[in-house]
């Protein structure tokens, strides 16, 4: 009998068979569940398929089989597992309701309307497919038939008045504007227990209003409700956490655009805390932070933006960030120009210009490093690239020429200055450059070549052009001077005075001529004069002080840079103080006068801020105190200074300073050793 039944068809499983494939059935579905909730949807389709194909007649795996497909984007697929879930289940209203969803996500509104209607003839919760209703007709782009329904669902429903009205207010963003928007869902949020969805969207809507502290308070109440169990989805907290972030960002521009930075970072900060991986928002905090003059915190910021893009261009997932890296090393590298560390500034600066080859302003900047820097050659070379890729850039072929006057290449460098000057005369700026420019060349003729004809016409040439710019009849001083022309000299003082006698340059530079030619009465009286129209110009005392120390005419040195001293304590920042004093420590250490240098060097130290720049300064000058304690065979302070020098160089990042404070120490320590050898032998004899 076993035999024939067997040709004849199926032969029923045993029930203990059945019970194995039930259990089987069940452990694959439970898997899929764990699948489904995760978001694993490939994952989960494959485990909702075993269990369907082991138990043919449970409507639930064929449910859920079908709502994984949906989720992985199988509309099809989804439509027919949950066509046969509702078959086997045709009473489950949650089935029905939810394929209903399916067809108008898969675009099948005319069956979503049909299936609505019709369980809207029948008895029973008619609030479901009202929804459905106006879901489809909101999809078939009929927004304001999908609100009639609403309305008609709000009448028939009122226990369901929250979500209702959070419906209507999510539906007028598209119908009825963002202000009718915000008062639906603010009734929402008022009629019943709102999930954080409403909130969220209502924070949405406030952003769109441009109510930014309310969208805050909105999104921080929607992470509240979904800290306590409220509102649906796993993915939901995580979007509101962005979305509250997303608010403090806005009012962070609202406040940087009115220019409160501090309120601003404040804001920022806050949104970083929910959102620590927005590079956007760290470059916008590093951009305040230099605005406040919080110089450690925007170097922080810079540097952390600088990692970040590292990370996204090693991923290779975000288009432009070559283009982005380049720009956080470009405001790095101004950053550490503003805090005093020019070798630093210089490297971000390559960097910037290495990622992104097109980033001009990164490259124009380097030229003018390049050139700050004296490195002539690399200033040259980058100059010319960027002058043949584009058009001629004034101030690339200013930098260009600069760099060929450096060079020794006068004659290109002239040539450069011409042409800037011919197609920019009435630009002022580059009337004054061409005019210095052929200053410089007639000096370096009358100099070096012995051009004396060629070094007066350029003299007097350039004085034609800015007969006011008291440095050029300096030039033509030193062209006749070193000519001889004692008479034209005179003349030149004379001329100086009668066209630019207003400004104490003109005198400082009498002042000088009559101190070389040895007619010190005539000297004192222009400086005095200068000094009259520049009664609180340090920087004119620290020039008058050179002067006389060029000359080693040392108590008029000391009376002037004393004057300058105190005129500069009075009207100078704390920094700027402290690298005038430097200046004139660093004049008496080049005549090698180490007592008098380190007087100014002490007063140097003792006004440098505390501050990064301030220790960066701080660091040099310990270094500068070494020296001239060396030279006078104070060992013991040399070294001590440069300790000072290392430990200053190591607080404020600069390499460059610790290791020639190194080397200075090994050096002076050998120096000590070789002293008292001497000092022993000579003490034996």
Same mark, same amino acid.
């Given at each position: 009998?076993?035999?024939?039944?067997?040709?004849?068809?199926?032969?029923?499983?045993?029930?203990?068979?059945?019970?194995?494939?039930?259990?089987?059935?069940?452990?694959?579905?439970?898997?899929? !569940?764990?699948?489904?909730?995760?978001?694993?949807?490939?994952?989960?389709?494959?485990?909702?398929?075993?269990?369907?194909?082991?138990?043919?007649?449970?409507?639930?795996?064929?449910?859920?089989?079908?709502?994984?497909?949906?989720?992985?984007?199988?509309?099809?697929?989804?439509?027919?597992?949950?066509?046969?879930?509702?078959?086997?289940?045709?009473?489950?209203?949650?089935? +029905?309701?939810?394929?209903?969803?399916?067809?108008?996500?898969?675009?099948?509104?005319?069956?979503?309307?049909? !299936?609505?209607?019709?369980?809207?003839?029948?008895?029973?919760?008619?609030? +479901? /497919?009202?929804?459905?209703?106006?879901?489809?007709?909101?999809?078939?782009?009929?927004?304001?038939?999908?609100?009639?329904?609403?309305?008609?669902?709000?009448?028939?429903?009122?226990?369901?008045?929250?979500?209702?009205?959070?419906? !209507?207010?999510?539906?007028?963003?598209?119908?009825?504007?963002?202000?009718?928007?915000?008062?639906?869902?603010?009734?929402?949020?008022? =009629?019943?227990?709102?999930?954080?969805?409403?909130?969220?969207?209502?924070?949405?809507?406030?952003?769109?209003?441009?109510?930014?502290?309310?969208?805050?308070?909105? /999104?921080?109440?929607?992470?509240?409700?979904?800290?306590?169990?409220?509102?649906?989805?796993?993915?939901?907290?995580?979007?509101?956490?962005?979305?509250?972030?997303?608010?403090?960002?806005?009012?962070?521009? +609202?406040?940087?655009?009115?220019?409160?930075?501090?309120?601003?970072?404040?804001? /920022?900060?806050?949104?970083?805390?929910?959102?620590?991986?927005?590079?956007?928002?760290?470059?916008?905090?590093?951009?305040?932070?230099?605005?406040?003059?919080?110089?450690?915190?925007?170097?922080?910021?810079?540097?952390?933006?600088?990692?970040?893009?590292?990370?996204?261009?090693?991923?290779?997932?975000?288009?432009?960030?070559?283009?982005?890296?380049?720009?956080?090393?470009?405001?790095?590298?101004?950053?550490?120009?503003?805090?005093?560390?020019?070798?630093?500034?210089? +490297?971000?600066?390559?960097?910037?210009?290495?990622?992104?080859?097109?980033?001009?302003?990164?490259?124009?900047?380097?030229?003018?490093?390049?050139?700050?820097?004296?490195?002539?050659?690399?200033?040259?070379?980058?100059?010319? =690239?960027?002058?043949?890729?584009?058009?001629?850039?004034?101030?690339?072929?200013?930098?260009?020429?600069?760099?060929?006057?450096?060079?020794?290449?006068?004659?290109?460098?002239?040539?450069? /200055?011409?042409?800037?000057?011919?197609?920019?005369?009435?630009?002022?700026?580059?009337?004054?450059?061409?005019?210095?420019?052929?200053?410089?060349?007639?000096?370096?003729?009358?100099?070096?070549?012995?051009?004396?004809?060629?070094?007066?016409?350029?003299?007097?040439?350039?004085?034609?052009?800015?007969?006011?710019?008291?440095?050029?009849?300096?030039?033509?001083?030193?062209?006749?001077?070193?000519?001889?022309?004692?008479?034209?000299?005179?003349?030149?003082?004379?001329?100086?005075?009668?066209?630019?006698?207003?400004?104490?340059?003109?005198?400082?530079?009498?002042?000088?001529?009559?101190?070389?030619?040895?007619?010190?009465?005539?000297?004192?009286?222009?400086?005095?004069?200068?000094?009259?129209?520049?009664?609180?110009?340090?920087?004119?005392?620290?020039?008058?002080?050179?002067?006389?120390?060029?000359?080693?005419?040392?108590?008029?040195?000391?009376?002037?840079?004393?004057?300058?001293?105190?005129?500069?304590?009075?009207?100078?920042?704390?920094?700027?103080?402290?690298?005038?004093?430097?200046?004139?420590?660093?004049?008496?250490?080049?005549?090698?006068?180490?007592?008098?240098?380190?007087?100014?060097?002490?007063?140097?130290?003792?006004?440098?801020?505390?501050?990064?720049?301030?220790?960066?300064?701080?660091?040099?000058?310990?270094?500068? !105190?070494?020296?001239?304690?060396?030279?006078?065979?104070?060992?013991?302070?040399?070294?001590?200074?440069?300790?000072?020098?290392?430990?200053?160089?190591?607080?404020?990042?600069?390499?460059?300073?610790?290791?020639?404070?190194?080397?200075?120490?090994?050096?002076?320590?050998?120096?000590?050793?070789?002293?008292?050898?001497?000092?022993?032998?000579?003490?034996?004899?």
């Amino acid at each position: 009998m076993a035999r024939k039944a067997k040709k004849k068809g199926f032969i029923p499983p045993a029930p203990k068979v059945l019970a194995n494939l039930s259990d089987r059935a069940e452990a694959h579905f439970a898997r899929g !569940m764990e699948h489904y909730q995760q978001g694993r949807a490939r994952f989960a389709v494959a485990e909702f398929s075993q269990a369907a194909g082991l138990v043919l007649d449970n409507p639930a795996y064929f449910y859920y089989l079908g709502l994984a497909h949906q989720q992985e984007g199988a509309g099809e697929k989804a439509v027919a597992n949950m066509e046969r879930a509702m078959r086997l289940a045709p009473g489950n209203y949650r089935y +029905r309701y939810n394929l209903g969803i399916v067809y108008v996500l898969t675009g099948r509104l005319d069956e979503a309307r049909r !299936m609505a209607k019709e369980e809207l003839k029948k008895d029973g919760a008619v609030a +479901r /497919w009202i929804r459905l209703l106006a879901l489809a007709d909101l999809a078939g782009d009929d927004p304001r038939k999908a609100m009639e329904s609403l309305a008609g669902l709000k009448d028939a429903s009122p226990g369901e008045a929250s979500s209702v009205l959070a419906a !209507m207010g999510l539906l007028s963003v598209v119908t009825g504007g963002a202000e009718t928007a915000a008062s639906y869902l603010e009734s929402a949020c008022k =009629s019943g227990d709102t999930g954080g969805e409403i909130f969220h969207a209502l924070g949405d809507v406030y952003a769109r209003l441009d109510r930014i502290d309310e969208a805050s308070k909105a /999104w921080d109440l929607a992470i509240e409700a979904w800290q306590k169990g409220s509102g649906s989805g796993r993915r939901a907290p995580l979007d509101s956490r962005k979305a509250l972030g997303k608010a403090y960002i806005l009012r962070g521009n +609202r406040r940087a655009k009115a220019g409160d930075y501090r309120s601003a970072v404040s804001d /920022w900060r806050k949104a970083e805390a929910l959102d620590p991986n927005n590079l956007q928002l760290l470059q916008n905090t590093a951009i305040a932070c230099e605005r406040l003059e919080e110089n450690e915190q925007a170097l922080d910021y810079w540097s952390r933006v600088v990692n970040g893009w590292k990370k996204e261009l090693k991923s290779k997932k975000t288009k432009g960030a070559a283009r982005a890296l380049s720009v956080a090393y470009f405001h790095l590298s101004r950053l550490h120009l503003e805090i005093g560390n020019e070798d630093e500034a210089l +490297r971000d600066l390559e960097r910037a210009a290495n990622f992104d080859p097109s980033n001009r302003e990164a490259r124009k900047e380097l030229v003018r490093e390049y050139t700050l820097a004296g490195r002539w050659s690399k200033a040259l070379e980058l100059a010319e =690239s960027l002058m043949k890729a584009q058009e001629r850039d004034p101030e690339i072929m200013g930098y260009a020429a600069r760099a060929l006057e450096a060079l020794g290449r006068r004659k290109e460098a002239l040539e450069y /200055w011409t042409q800037l000057f011919e197609t920019n005369q009435s630009n002022s700026i580059f009337r004054k450059q061409y005019a210095y420019a052929l200053a410089r060349t007639a000096v370096h003729a009358i100099s070096k070549e012995k051009d004396r004809a060629g070094a007066i016409a350029h003299a007097q040439r350039a004085i034609i052009l800015v007969p006011d710019e008291v440095p050029l009849y300096g030039a033509m001083l030193a062209v006749y001077q070193i000519a001889g022309e004692d008479d034209k000299a005179r003349e030149t003082v004379q001329l100086l005075l009668a066209r630019a006698g207003g400004k104490p340059g003109a005198y400082l530079t009498a002042g000088r001529y009559y101190l070389i030619t040895g007619n010190k009465r005539q000297a004192e009286i222009h400086f005095n004069k200068g000094k009259e129209l520049a009664p609180g110009d340090e920087e004119y005392r620290v020039e008058i002080g050179k002067t006389y120390l060029d000359l080693r005419k040392y108590a008029a040195a000391k009376r002037n840079f004393k004057e300058a001293v105190e005129i500069g304590k009075k009207n100078l920042k704390p920094l700027d103080f402290a690298a005038m004093s430097t200046f004139i420590a660093e004049y008496w250490q080049e005549k090698e006068r180490p007592a008098e240098a380190l007087q100014y060097f002490k007063i140097a130290l003792e006004a440098a801020p505390r501050n990064q720049e301030g220790l960066a300064l701080a660091g040099h000058l310990r270094l500068s !105190m070494a020296l001239c304690y060396l030279d006078e065979d104070d060992f013991e302070r040399a070294k001590t200074e440069i300790r000072f020098a290392i430990e200053f160089g190591r607080q404020t990042g600069q390499s460059d300073l610790v290791a020639e404070a190194r080397d200075c120490l090994k050096e002076t320590e050998r120096t000590e050793r070789s002293f008292k050898e001497f000092k022993e032998e000579f003490a034996d004899e």
